[in-house]
């Protein structure tokens, strides 16, 4: 059996590892608080201010009050609970970008809503969803980074435009990728709703949260105990919150840090990878895009990106043969989103970027995390562009 | 011992043949080839058939990927497939499956990734006449012998491919799946066209994709005696489905002509023929010449015959071969079993 053990885990747009931090505080709430926060005696409340505690973390670190924090199941139900809760509340048209995660993408469909087109560098098309709102419009959803590519859009000028085009449309914004590299409280201010999910910044799985600001209305879409003020019933995940506050004190600590020492080495990774592989194109870059031998890349510009993300595309060469060849090498890392039978899905990311299905058949995604290494890039570096090679002379 | 890539469709007979090639003390990797993603109830890539294949995979401690071939699935056997019945012709998709996505992409996708061998769980064997030339022969068990639908297979290919289930019998395959604890032991065989739903079948298939044609029904004087809903379902040979009235003599379909939307009817013996025209016929190890053994549906019976220039010339007065299928040329040779020797298409 393949060692399983990686040597560059190199997936963690997919999930992270979970931080120290995160296990240390969930512990004790399994073995102490493990009361029902919602019960009436001592031990109870004491589960009550564990979650409560937490509340406050995540209030703190969305830019929100304690109030507005509604823990969900993670990020799916965090997307399905604002643009259902916002669609069975009050009707009208749904809006977004066609480069959304599907939890958001396929849910807007669902409800009959408009998805709208974006550019070859993935930012929403702003001609186009201008003219895709109007007063029909009662809620507009844009995420703050991409999970394939790490592109972020501007929320201030889109929630502009939505206060100009649809002044009575609320304004939710899917985080989770972002929150692990990107100030949430500053960059989704103008959002009256933010979807987040533990599990990508160093949380346990399962948890996440919709802050939902105050005065904003939504249909709850799990009914029974009236928990989370009627928004969300179901009895709280202890752990789970728990993990997910530390997890996200520890990221909003850190955050300054990491994302200049992630984003060097993501840097050194794509500038190496592009360098050395023939072909290798780096997607939804600024900048010069022409690659002199010798990976003089000196003047290309991922301030549009996320520290963590390195994307590239190669035409003829397969990204499902790819992740095998890297997987032996002990590189996990992963192409588009995964299917339900654990089968590589063409993206529709880079699909709606107008990338070639070609191109868009040999994607590779190495995102990096908050504990990633030199040494796991310098791994991944010396096996990666060797991995290419061979596909290519079998192609 | 090399290193194997085993197809697991999720069915008893890819698992038992991962199990043994394990035993055998191969390294041993499984693949369940995604190939469709619409509805399916009998098919091979249905997420439940993965899961099957993940968890035996699970069993034997070896490792299990989903290769997407999508793409390739609908270019190479969805897309003809209804080519085909717009052009009157009854294909086989299974078999360009095999041919296209299987042998073909599978095979070199496993070459690049350094496999030595490509095992399935096909009831077949694979022969070798002692000189290094190969050839595929009959399964142990001949009720599900499966050498119809590899006839394509070439040399190149049949070199770097194993069927480690050919010399057993189902019941056996069963009872090893059973002894070495396979979770899927007695799952049912799989049937029919995995993209085609039983529950609607193949018009509805179609109709999702092309326009089905009403036609009308003659008899092979040219009178009109009936009509039929879809001219593109009707296949040669075709007895039930086809509402001509009463008939004293059994009657049954002799010509299919879509673009003229016309079907003709007649009695058995115009169904029969001297000959069978063949086109795309491919040899596994060069021209045969003289007598061969032809088959031409994946369990019909066996007939013998001649292949002269282009055609297939039968011993005996022979029922067509409806256009698109496949007609299996084998010989039994003494030493080999009976063995495949080439294959084409009904012209």
């Given at each position: 059996?393949?060692?399983?053990?990686?040597?560059?885990?190199?997936?963690?747009?997919?999930?992270?590892r979970?931080?120290?931090?995160?296990?240390?505080?969930?512990?004790?709430?399994?073995?102490?608080?493990?009361?029902?926060?919602?019960?009436?005696?001592?031990?109870?409340?004491?589960?009550?201010?564990?979650?409560?505690?937490?509340?406050?973390?995540?209030?703190?670190?969305?830019?929100?009050?304690?109030?507005?924090?509604?823990?969900?199941?993670?990020?799916?139900?965090?997307?399905n609970?604002?643009?259902?809760?916002?669609?069975?509340?009050?009707?009208?048209?749904?809006?977004?970008?066609?480069?959304?995660?599907?939890?958001?993408?396929?849910?807007?469909?669902?409800?009959?809503g408009?998805?709208?087109?974006?550019?070859?560098?993935?930012?929403?098309?702003?001609?186009?969803?201008?003219?895709?709102?109007?007063?029909?419009?009662?809620?507009?959803?844009?995420?703050?980074?991409?999970?394939?590519?790490?592109?972020?859009?501007?929320?201030d000028q889109?929630?502009?435009?939505?206060?100009?085009?649809?002044?009575?449309?609320?304004?939710?914004?899917?985080?989770?990728?972002?929150?692990?590299?990107?100030?949430?409280?500053?960059?989704?201010?103008?959002?009256?709703?933010?979807?987040?999910?533990?599990?990508?910044?160093?949380?346990?799985?399962?948890?996440?949260?919709?802050?939902?600001?105050?005065?904003?209305?939504?249909?709850?879409?799990?009914?029974?105990?009236?928990?989370?003020?009627?928004?969300?019933?179901g009895?709280?995940?202890?752990?789970?919150i728990?993990?997910m506050?530390?997890?996200?004190?520890?990221?909003?600590?850190?955050?300054?840090?990491?994302?200049?020492?992630?984003?060097?080495?993501?840097?050194?990774l794509?500038?190496?990878?592009?360098?050395?592989?023939?072909?290798?194109?780096?997607?939804?870059?600024?900048?010069?895009?022409?690659?002199?031998?010798?990976?003089?890349?000196?003047?290309?510009?991922r301030?549009?990106?996320?520290?963590?993300?390195?994307?590239?595309?190669?035409?003829?060469?397969?990204?499902?043969?790819?992740?095998?060849?890297?997987?032996?090498?002990?590189v996990?890392?992963?192409?588009?989103?995964?299917?339900?039978?654990?089968?590589?899905?063409?993206?529709?990311?880079?699909?709606?970027?107008?990338?070639?299905?070609a191109?868009?058949?040999?994607?590779?995604?190495?995102?990096?995390?908050?504990?990633?290494?030199?040494?796991?890039?310098?791994?991944?570096l010396?096996?990666?562009?060797?991995?290419?090679?061979?596909?290519?002379?079998?192609? | 011992?090399?290193?194997?890539?085993?197809?697991?469709?999720?069915?008893?007979?890819?698992?038992?043949?991962?199990?043994?090639?394990?035993?055998?003390?191969?390294?041993v990797?499984?693949?369940?080839?995604?190939?469709?993603?619409?509805?399916?109830?009998?098919?091979?890539?249905?997420?439940?058939?993965?899961?099957?294949?993940?968890?035996?995979?699970?069993?034997?401690?070896?490792?299990?990927?989903?290769?997407?071939?999508?793409?390739?699935?609908?270019?190479?056997?969805?897309?003809?497939?209804?080519?085909?019945?717009?052009?009157?012709?009854t294909?086989?998709?299974?078999?360009?499956?095999?041919?296209?996505?299987?042998?073909?992409?599978?095979?070199?996708?496993?070459?690049?990734?350094?496999?030595?061998?490509?095992?399935?769980?096909?009831?077949?064997?694979?022969?070798?006449?002692?000189?290094?030339?190969?050839?595929?022969?009959?399964?142990?068990?001949?009720?599900?012998?499966?050498?119809?639908?590899l006839?394509?297979?070439?040399?190149?290919?049949?070199?770097?491919?194993?069927?480690?289930?050919?010399?057993?019998?189902?019941?056996?395959?069963?009872?090893?799946a059973?002894?070495?604890?396979?979770?899927?032991?007695?799952?049912?065989?799989?049937?029919?066209?995995?993209?085609?739903?039983?529950?609607?079948?193949?018009?509805?298939?179609?109709?999702?994709?092309?326009?089905l044609?009403?036609?009308?029904?003659?008899?092979?004087a040219?009178?009109?005696?009936?009509?039929?809903?879809?001219?593109?379902?009707?296949?040669?040979?075709?007895?039930r489905?086809?509402?001509?009235?009463?008939?004293?003599?059994?009657?049954?379909?002799?010509?299919?002509?879509?673009g003229?939307?016309?079907?003709?009817?007649?009695?058995?013996?115009?169904?029969s023929?001297?000959?069978?025209?063949?086109?795309?016929?491919?040899?596994?190890?060069?021209?045969?010449?003289?007598?061969?053994?032809?088959?031409?549906?994946?369990?019909?019976?066996v007939?013998?015959?001649?292949?002269?220039?282009?055609?297939l010339?039968?011993?005996?007065?022979?029922?067509?071969?409806?256009?698109?299928?496949?007609?299996?040329?084998?010989?039994?040779?003494?030493?080999?079993?009976?063995?495949?020797?080439?294959?084409?298409?009904?012209a």
């Amino acid at each position: 059996m393949a060692p399983t053990e990686p040597i560059a885990y190199l997936d963690n747009a997919a999930t992270t590892r979970v931080r120290p931090e995160a296990i240390a505080a969930m512990i004790p709430a399994m073995e102490a608080s493990y009361a029902n926060p919602s019960g009436a005696h001592a031990l109870a409340r004491e589960a009550r201010r564990a979650v409560d505690d937490a509340r406050d973390v995540l209030a703190e670190a969305l830019g929100c009050g304690p109030g507005d924090i509604v823990f969900t199941a993670g990020g799916t139900e965090a997307d399905n609970l604002a643009v259902f809760g916002v669609h069975q509340r009050h009707g009208g048209v749904i809006v977004c970008p066609a480069t959304e995660h599907h939890a958001v993408l396929h849910a807007v469909e669902h409800c009959g809503g408009r998805v709208v087109g974006v550019d070859s560098m993935g930012v929403v098309d702003l001609d186009a969803f201008s003219d895709a709102l109007d007063p029909s419009v009662t809620l507009v959803s844009v995420m703050l980074a991409n999970n394939e590519t790490g592109v972020i859009h501007d929320l201030d000028q889109i929630a502009a435009i939505v206060r100009d085009r649809a002044p009575g449309a609320l304004f939710h914004t899917d985080a989770v990728q972002a929150f692990q590299w990107v100030d949430v409280a500053a960059a989704a201010a103008s959002a009256d709703m933010i979807s987040l999910s533990a599990h990508k910044f160093g949380g346990p799985k399962g948890v996440g949260v919709l802050a939902v600001r105050e005065g904003v209305t939504l249909a709850p879409q799990l009914i029974g105990g009236g928990q989370e003020r009627d928004r969300r019933s179901g009895t709280h995940n202890t752990p789970g919150i728990v993990g997910m506050a530390a997890a996200a004190a520890a990221t909003v600590r850190t955050r300054t840090r990491t994302v200049l020492e992630v984003g060097a080495m993501r840097d050194r990774l794509a500038d190496g990878l592009c360098a050395t592989i023939d072909g290798a194109i780096e997607t939804a870059v600024g900048g010069r895009d022409d690659r002199p031998a010798g990976g003089d890349r000196g003047n290309v510009d991922r301030s549009n990106k996320v520290a963590g993300s390195c994307h590239i595309c190669v035409d003829g060469v397969e990204s499902e043969a790819l992740l095998f060849l890297l997987e032996e090498e002990r590189v996990y890392a992963s192409a588009a989103s995964s299917c339900a039978s654990g089968a590589q899905d063409p993206s529709h990311v880079l699909a709606a970027m107008g990338v070639s299905r070609a191109m868009a058949r040999g994607s590779l995604r190495l995102s990096l995390g908050y504990a990633t290494t030199e040494a796991e890039i310098d791994h991944a570096l010396a096996v990666v562009p060797e991995a290419f090679a061979r596909l290519r002379a079998f192609a | 011992m090399s290193r194997v890539l085993v197809a697991m469709s999720g069915g008893v007979d890819s698992s038992v043949a991962a199990a043994l090639l394990q035993r055998e003390g191969h390294e041993v990797v499984g693949v369940t080839m995604k190939l469709w993603g619409g509805a399916s109830d009998t098919g091979c890539c249905s997420v439940s058939d993965v899961d099957d294949a993940r968890r035996v995979a699970d069993a034997l401690g070896m490792d299990h990927h989903v290769f997407n071939f999508g793409d390739d699935f609908e270019r190479w056997v969805v897309g003809p497939y209804v080519a085909d019945h717009q052009a009157g012709r009854t294909p086989n998709p299974c078999i360009e499956c095999n041919r296209h996505l299987k042998f073909d992409r599978l095979v070199r996708r496993a070459e690049a990734l350094g496999f030595d061998a490509v095992a399935t769980g096909h009831h077949a064997r694979i022969v070798d006449d002692g000189s290094g030339t190969r050839f595929v022969g009959r399964g142990a068990d001949r009720a599900k012998d499966q050498s119809y639908v590899l006839h394509m297979l070439d040399q190149d290919q049949l070199a770097r491919l194993l069927f480690p289930i050919g010399a057993m019998t189902k019941p056996d395959v069963r009872a090893l799946a059973a002894e070495a604890g396979i979770r899927t032991a007695a799952k049912p065989d799989s049937q029919d066209v995995c993209f085609i739903t039983s529950t609607s079948g193949r018009g509805a298939f179609l109709s999702d994709r092309v326009e089905l044609t009403p036609g009308r029904v003659v008899d092979t004087a040219g009178t009109e005696i009936g009509r039929v809903d879809a001219v593109q379902l009707v296949t040669i040979g075709q007895r039930r489905g086809i509402d001509i009235g009463g008939h004293p003599d059994r009657r049954y379909v002799v010509d299919v002509d879509v673009g003229a939307a016309r079907v003709t009817i007649g009695p058995k013996a115009d169904l029969s023929c001297e000959s069978t025209a063949l086109v795309d016929l491919a040899w596994t190890a060069g021209r045969v010449d003289g007598d061969v053994l032809a088959q031409t549906s994946a369990h019909g019976e066996v007939a013998a015959g001649a292949v002269r220039g282009g055609d297939l010339r039968w011993s005996a007065p022979h029922r067509r071969v409806a256009p698109g299928q496949s007609v299996v040329l084998y010989r039994d040779d003494a030493a080999l079993g009976e063995i495949v020797v080439g294959g084409a298409t009904a012209a």
